[in-house]
């Protein structure tokens, strides 16, 4: 039995500068995933490819954060092999980039780009895009540069209807989550990812105050 956890936190840093503010939003993580796993964050190791992880015990975990907000997924148990489950998330700030477009038609496939384009490129849909490849990539311990490899997300059936999908194959059954959160005049794109715990949706733990608007749009 898994049990799934994703903590946020909206601080009010927006204004320090950009050293400072990630210096914070890395300690409010720790301190989140302290709380989570219930003990001091003191044993954390890494994957050969880089990717963190508990030494002890049958927990793991991953973090983002991005603008003010600070996102810790954290997944406790192990399936019926005895292997560990495996968690990945990404939190983006939603903004207007002038070169979303470029970004698209390099490293997404084609429904994702046509997905993205027909609402002439709003930051929205992008970053719903590349939150969940992110997470992905995050949930395997991949670089950013493998962002063009990670399978599709979006399809489209044959009346023009683009729905969210996942169906690579893998030893391992693994369940998207994306929300949308608001805060302090900012939305956030958030998507987390479990690997081998097929159908158990996050418990969402809020850690900030006045606390984040949170809206499910996904699972997959």
Known sequence: MALYYIGL???????????????????????ILSILADRPIDAIATEENGR???????????????GAAVAVSLVKGENAHGAKFRTGCDIQLI????????????????AERD?????????????????????????????????SQVPSFISCDTAGKYQFTFNANGSSPISFYLYELAYAGER????????????IPPQIRMFSHPPA???????C
């Open 52 to 66: 963190p992880f508990f030494q002890n015990g049958s927990m793991d975990f991953s973090i983002s954060h991005s």
């Open 188 to 199: 956030y794109m958030l998507a987390t990812a479990i690997e081998g715990g097929m159908g």
């Open 9 to 31: 936190s909206c601080l009010s840093i927006n204004q320090a500068k950009k050293a400072e503010r990630n210096k914070v939003l890395s300690a409010e993580a720790r301190r």
């Open 95 to 110: 903004r207007h980039r002038e070169n979303l477009r470029n970004i698209a038609e390099e490293v997404f496939c084609a």
């Open 115 to 147: 997905y993205i384009l027909s609402q002439d490129g709003h930051p929205k849909r992008f970053f719903q895009i590349w939150t969940l490849k992110e997470c992905y990539i995050k949930l395997f311990g991949l670089s950013v540069f493998d962002m």
């Open 213 to 219: 608007l949170l809206s499910p749009l996904i699972s």
